[in-house]
């Protein structure tokens, strides 16, 4: 933007210039002034004013097409910066989402690893049960072996095998 006004008061200070302005005011006090020479001098002048409007015009179309470029320059690189911005955007989302769905998963997980956890504990209690049970088991046998054993008479070997076999 800083070289467009640049260009506009270059142009500005070109063509309002006071030279121009002192050479036909110099002119009409010249006492040797003529008509003729102010006809010429007229026509000269106006010849000159028509350049620099020229110029101003063809100026002011350098700058409008200056302005133009640098103006779809900016909105090429605001559509791209648009276009980083709605990418950017979308894979936040993308993340987002994502990271919602993890701690879905690891909720999930942890309320199975907590069941997991209750159903083991409930079967290490019923398999300590158990082991108490046969261990009780076990004492209430070997007592029942030795009340056999000692209120019984003894039998001979031959019997038991009897027994057995029967």
């Known amino acids: 933007m800083d070289h467009i006004e640049q260009y506009i008061n270059e142009?500005?200070?070109k063509t309002t210039s006071p030279i121009h302005a002192k050479s036909a005011v110099n002119l009409l006090d010249d006492p040797s002034f003529s008509v003729r020479n102010s006809t010429?001098?007229?026509l000269d002048l106006?010849?000159?004013a028509a350049a620099a409007i020229r110029g101003a015009e063809?100026?002011?179309i350098e700058v409008v097409a200056r302005a133009e470029q640098?103006?779809?320059a900016a909105i090429e690189k605001i559509q791209l910066a648009e276009g980083r911005i709605h990418r950017a955007q979308a894979a936040q989302r993308k993340a987002e989402a994502d990271c919602v769905e993890a701690r879905r998963a690891t909720?999930?997980?942890?309320?199975?690893?907590?069941?997991?956890e209750a159903e083991v504990?409930?079967?290490e209690q019923r398999a300590s049960l158990a082991e108490r049970r046969a261990s009780d088991a076990e004492v209430a046998v070997d007592c029942i072996v030795n009340a056999i054993r000692t209120q019984l008479p003894v039998m001979s070997t031959e019997a038991v095998?009897?027994?057995s076999a029967a």
Do not use: P
């Open 11 to 13: 142009f500005i200070a």
């Open 40 to 42: 010429d001098a007229a």
């Open 46 to 48: 106006v010849s000159e």
């Open 58 to 60: 063809e100026r002011a």
């Open 70 to 72: 640098l103006a779809n």
């Open 107 to 116: 909720e999930q997980a942890q309320t199975r690893l907590a069941a997991m």
């Open 121 to 123: 504990a409930a079967a």
């Open 161 to 163: 095998k009897e027994m």
